[in-house]
């Protein structure tokens, strides 16, 4: 089946810096999501990016399908982006699967 | 529009007992996935539902089972709980057509 590996596995920022999430997903894919999950377990909607390039604020993010992989960017980075950041892909017949996620720690 | 909701948020039970997990969709969204997140494994798919039909599952055992109803809620249950089954249980939406899923808070299972 499809691996999704996400990459660094850990971040911890300074507040106001910029950082950048990888996504690297093994087979085509129909979809991607980007998630942020906060303390509490709630998993936010970021971005559906299967292809292309979004921006939303502070954040955007860019996937080329072709090269299988997909970034996350965020810039001036504040306290309440902590959490962990998934990347999801859908692997066809209804069925998503989830990297390992990336853990940010923004200190203030 | 309301989102996606989940009962209870928090159970605790004991080992070889049962529970039943709910979960409403976003209404006019006809497919729920269901997903369990241990430390260990991360995130897991569990099944997906449409139109009362089981589409896809994961690999789990059968002690793991889920049925959805007319009105597209969809229950998950867990016979024979053991330690390892403490988790929390995400239930995600979405709808015909699309691919964008919308998570629920979670219900948080306790196994003891």
């Known amino acids: 089946g499809i691996q999704v590996e996400q990459s660094p596995p850990d971040l911890i920022l300074q507040e106001g810096a910029n950082s950048t999430l990888r996504c690297n997903f093994s087979d085509s894919v129909n979809n991607l999501q980007w998630f942020h999950q906060n303390p509490w377990g709630q998993l936010i909607n970021l971005f559906y990016i299967p292809s292309g390039t979004k921006q939303n604020g502070r954040l955007s993010a860019t996937t080329v399908a072709t090269e299988r992989y997909s970034l996350l960017y965020i810039s001036s980075s504040q306290t309440t982006d902590s959490g962990v950041y998934f990347c999801a892909v859908g692997a066809g017949g209804f069925k998503t699967i989830f990297g390992a996620g990336t853990r940010l720690f923004v200190k203030a | 529009k309301a989102g996606v909701t989940q009962t209870p948020r928090y159970l605790i039970k004991t080992r070889g007992q049962q529970v039943t997990l709910s979960c409403s969709p976003i209404?006019?969204?006809?497919?729920v996935s269901w997903y369990q997140q241990t430390p260990g494994q991360g995130l897991q798919f569990l099944f997906e539902y449409f139109s009362e039909t089981q589409r896809n599952k994961g690999n789990f055992p059968g002690r793991f089972s889920g049925r959805q109803f007319s009105n597209s809620r969809s229950e998950m249950n867990v016979s024979t709980l053991e330690l390892g089954d403490s988790a929390l249980y995400l239930c995600?939406?979405?709808?015909?057509?699309?691919?964008?899923?919308?998570f629920g808070p979670g219900t948080r299972l306790t196994v003891l």
């Open positions: 995600a939406s979405f709808a015909l057509g699309g691919n964008e899923q919308f």
């Open positions: 209404s006019g969204h006809r497919s």
